[in-house]
């Protein structure tokens, strides 16, 4: 299945998902899919996320308390979903406020480790 098709079925299996992006920690997307509802600039926010993820990342080296595996922001327009995929690799799910984070989390924790395969 293509980055694409897998990132589709994310967003369209997650009750309120707005959009799914596979990004770089340097900030280049590898792939994204955006569903029609988002009312923002989607691909703003996710090279921003980018910049928070490194920075997390390098605080959490700081700190020692182990690799990051999961991120979460809830903004009044919409809830940041991020699961790490490997050392360079992250998956990010975009949710209306109202959406179903839990299984979003849930799906992204399945789908990481085979975007992990396919990226190797």
Same mark, same amino acid.
């Given at each position: 299945m293509?980055?694409k098709?897998?990132?589709?079925?994310? #967003?369209?299996?997650?009750t309120?998902?707005i959009?799914?992006?596979?990004m770089?920690?340097?900030g280049?997307?590898?792939d994204?899919y955006?569903?029609d509802s988002?009312?923002?600039?989607?691909?703003?926010? #996710?090279?921003e996320?980018?910049n928070l993820?490194?920075?997390?990342r390098q605080?959490?080296?700081?700190l020692?308390?182990?690799?990051?595996?999961?991120?979460?922001?809830t903004? #009044?327009?919409?809830?940041?979903?991020?699961?790490? #995929?490997n050392d360079?690799?992250?998956?990010?799910l975009?949710?209306?406020?109202?959406?179903?984070s839990?299984?979003g989390?849930?799906?992204?924790?399945?789908e990481?480790?085979?975007?992990s395969?396919?990226?190797?």
């Amino acid at each position: 299945m293509s980055f694409k098709a897998t990132l589709k079925e994310l #967003v369209e299996s997650t009750t309120g998902a707005i959009g799914a992006s596979i990004m770089g920690y340097d900030g280049i997307p590898i792939d994204d899919y955006l569903s029609d509802s988002a009312d923002f600039d989607v691909q703003l926010l #996710v090279v921003e996320y980018a910049n928070l993820m490194k920075e997390v990342r390098q605080t959490i080296e700081v700190l020692k308390t182990g690799a990051m595996e999961e991120l979460s922001v809830t903004t #009044v327009k919409v809830k940041v979903l991020v699961r790490t #995929v490997n050392d360079e690799f992250f998956l990010l799910l975009l949710l209306a406020p109202d959406g179903n984070s839990g299984k979003g989390r849930y799906l992204l924790r399945q789908e990481a480790p085979r975007i992990s395969e396919l990226l190797t």
